[in-house]
């Protein structure tokens, strides 16, 4: 390699690096909110059911943000949009901290939530476009990573700032956002459009100029009629009919069912309302609950950093049974943890963490990764954008009935509540038999995944596709 293809790496690693702070705020707006929930929950005298409004907002803010991405980031570039959902984080943090309502913070979550949607689609966008061939799969991998480090850094920045004695401390927690929006904001500013959206508007000057920073010399050329293609193929996208013709159903089962079983785990439940939960198992306080969700994000970043080395050994199929049938037992474990007495709360702590070491290296990434391999080219987009939605729209859903769930077992086992409490404050075995629930999805997930989950390691698109084309079955694809 020489000087010039060493100094263009380094510089499209920093780009890369600035881009995918969006990949952070998003971990870290979905991370933020579970510490403060026992503090405002307290602060404004909410019931669950409302606390349930108050998060799921931000999602639904998020599917609305990702409906209308795909077009406005083909109209106004790239580099523009991330700019404008990095104002939206800045803005929106200040806004929630400042909420004096909750109709206040639930409108404020729901603009968060536009952010979210706008970036989880822009940003790993940019990063591919921008990235050298031969390091994209690694540098657009530093989204989901940093995603991962996010969370962390909420739970981190939650338990610095909670105070028992201080119900309003949850202010400042939604506040430190604004931090790593503006570190995306002022870095995005100095960074270049990509070429590919250059192309599309017809500057190849403009696109030249930007790959002499980032690509090899020697691969600028090949790089422009790649690029002069992929616009030529783009131009010719499928209709939303063609990706509903018989030949492509197992695919749609697929990208919707994978994100479907992602979602109805449980994972989302566990990161928004994990100090709630640990409460509910005995903690004694929010601050000693927040503490044990730090070791929650702890153990989602290393094991995600570990499923970027294994994803493409193993194959699909193996990692996606081994981390159901690991996320099956660990549910099991964490609804025992609710029934245990004594030692029970640290039991489900352990059970938690081998939950989340099992999800962080299977469902986790297999879900984003899937989506993209089982549709062909034509229709990749449509069909990645349908499975996209499907995962806002089930992380939506199991959020916003986690607490609903245990008040509807609550009431099946007659539970009495003293007035003025809330059913899941006073009936952890309900929660507990949530996760039973949960478990449950788990299994049936191993009897789908069976028939529906592709071995698509090594699989080009063009066999893919001439494999359902052909009316081949799913778990037959690879061999």
Not at 17 to 24: E, F, R, Y
Not at 59 to 78: E, H, K, M, P, S
Not at 303 to 315: A, M, Q, Y
Request: charged content about 15%; glycine content about 10%; aromatic content about 12%.
């Amino acid at each position: 390699m020489n000087a010039k293809s060493k100094s263009n790496k380094s510089v499209v690693v920093v780009i890369a690096s600035i881009a995918a702070t969006g990949g952070l705020l998003f971990g870290f707006d979905t991370g933020v909110i579970s510490g403060a929930i026992p503090f405002l929950q307290d602060y404004f005298v909410l019931t669950d059911s409302q606390v349930e409004n108050v998060t799921a907002l931000g999602l639904i803010g998020a599917v609305v943000g990702a409906l209308f991405t795909g077009a406005i980031t083909d109209y106004l570039g790239r580099k523009k949009v991330i700019l404008a959902s990095a104002f939206i984080f800045a803005t929106g943090a200040v806004w929630t901290g400042l909420a004096p309502t909750v109709t206040q913070l639930m409108i404020s979550r729901f603009y968060l939530g536009l952010a979210i949607g706008v970036s989880s689609f822009a940003v790993p966008l940019y990063i591919s476009e921008i990235a050298p061939t031969k390091i994209r799969g690694r540098l657009v991998s530093m989204f989901q990573l940093l995603i991962t480090v996010g969370i962390l850094a909420a739970y981190l920045s939650d338990k610095g700032f909670a105070d028992n004695n201080n119900l309003e401390c949850w202010r400042p927690m939604l506040y430190v956002g604004v931090i790593p929006a503006l570190i995306l904001f002022i870095g995005m500013f100095f960074l270049p459009e990509t070429p590919r959206w250059l192309m599309s508007k017809g500057r190849e000057d403009e696109a030249r100029t930007v790959l002499g920073k980032i690509e090899n010399p020697d691969f600028i050329d090949s790089s422009i009629a790649g690029m002069k293609s992929d616009i030529a193929i783009d131009a010719s996208q499928a209709s939303w009919k063609e990706i509903f013709k018989p030949w492509l159903r197992n695919a749609l089962i697929i990208a919707m069912g994978i994100m479907f079983f992602q979602q109805f785990v449980g994972i989302n439940t566990v990161i928004y309302y994990s100090p709630k939960i640990f409460l509910a198992a005995g903690f004694e306080g929010a601050e000693a609950a927040i503490a044990a969700s730090v070791i929650v994000g702890v153990v989602n970043v290393l094991f995600t950093i570990i499923s970027l080395f294994i994803i493409d050994k193993l194959g699909r199929r193996k990692l996606y049974f081994l981390g159901v049938t690991g996320i099956f037992f660990a549910l099991i474990s964490m609804g025992l943890g609710f029934m245990l007495p004594g030692a029970g709360k640290w039991f489900l702590v352990i059970s938690m963490l081998v939950y989340i070491a099992f999800f962080a290296i299977s469902l986790g990434p297999l879900g984003w990764l899937i989506i993209t391999e089982v549709f062909p080219t034509r229709v990749r987009g449509l069909g990645a954008s349908i499975g996209s939605l499907s995962n806002w729209g089930f992380n939506t859903l199991v959020v916003w009935t986690f607490f609903k769930m245990a008040s509807a077992i609550g009431n099946a086992k007659e539970v009495v509540v003293p007035e003025g409490q809330d059913l899941s404050e006073v009936c952890p075995t309900c929660i507990g038999s949530v996760f039973w629930v949960f478990a449950a999805v788990a299994l049936i997930g191993l009897v789908w995944g069976y028939y529906f989950i592709p071995e698509t390691k090594g699989v080009s698109l063009e066999k893919i596709e001439e494999h359902w084309k052909n009316g081949g079955k799913p778990r037959e694809l690879g061999k």
